[in-house]
T-cell receptor, first 113, second 111 residues
Framework: GAVVSQHPSRVICKSGTSVKIECRSLDFQATTMFWYRQFPKKSLMLMAT?????????EQGVEKDKFLINHASLTLSTLTVTSAHPEDSSFYIC?????????FGPGTRLTVL | GESVGLHLPTLSVQEGDNSIINCAYSNSASDYFIWYKQESGKGPQFIID?????DKRQGQRVTVLLNKTVKHLSLQIAATQPGDSAVYFC??????????FGTGTSLTVIP
């Protein structure tokens, strides 16, 4: 199988602070990881593609300076929500591909007060 | 992203009945499709996949049908159980392995 983990699972922060979310592929290497955002009762929205050793590719409408992505190794990608605001509150999910199949992390619930 | 949508946002079925969840996609170049199940507060879980050179694929209690002519996918769940209650998403894969998700269908199984 293929396991993807995320940390933390839940985080609450104050407006203006930055929050880092980690995504790890535990038993395989992933040159590419993906970050999604999901609002309640809505579908997953692809935010960006994280490429190991190079810059992330952001989807249209996603602010790259707001959502910083770093893919420093073949098993770790991080998403940093900078200067968080209440409207950034959401469920963030990462995925990594193995043999064309996407494996998803358990998600991180971010609440910005 | 590409448009991948579902026809039915909610579906309620009696336990033991078969469920059919539909999905339309827009990119005729997509060559790989996946159905995911998502339970509340959790990440999506892989159910079954199908490549564009296939029309049908069966798994354990699940079958995916692909109609490329009308760009339509369906997920059939046989003998639906309470544990099948969840939101189901179809996703299409584009070059680069990005997965674009449809709207989702919430399946409720009535005991």
């Amino acid at each position: 199988g293929a396991v993807v983990s995320q940390h933390p699972s839940r985080v609450i922060c104050k407006s203006g602070t930055s929050v880092k979310i980690e995504c790890r592929s535990l038993d395989f290497q992933a040159t590419t990881m993906f970050w999604y955002r999901q609002f309640p009762k809505k579908s997953l929205m692809l935010m960006a593609t994280s490429n190991e050793g190079s810059k992330a590719t952001y989807e249209q409408g996603v602010e790259k300076d707001k959502f910083l992505i770093n893919h420093a190794s073949l098993t770790l990608s991080t998403l940093t929500v900078t200067s968080a605001h209440p409207e950034d509150s959401s469920f963030y999910i990462c995925s990594a591909s193995k043999a064309h199949r996407g494996y998803f992390g358990p998600g991180t619930r971010l609440t910005v007060l | 992203g590409e448009s991948v949508g579902l026809h039915l946002p909610t579906l309620s079925v009696q336990e033991g009945d078969n469920s059919i969840i539909n999905c339309a996609y827009s990119n005729s170049a997509s060559d790989y499709f996946i159905w995911y199940k998502q339970e509340s507060g959790k990440g999506p879980q892989f159910i079954i996949d199908i490549r564009s050179n296939m029309d049908k694929r069966q798994g354990q209690r699940v079958t995916v049908l692909l109609n490329k002519t009308v760009k339509h996918l369906s997920l059939q769940i046989a003998a639906t159980q309470p544990g099948d209650s969840a939101v189901y998403f179809c996703a299409e894969t584009l070059p680069g392995n990005q997965f674009y998700f449809g709207t989702g269908t919430s399946l409720t199984v009535i005991p």
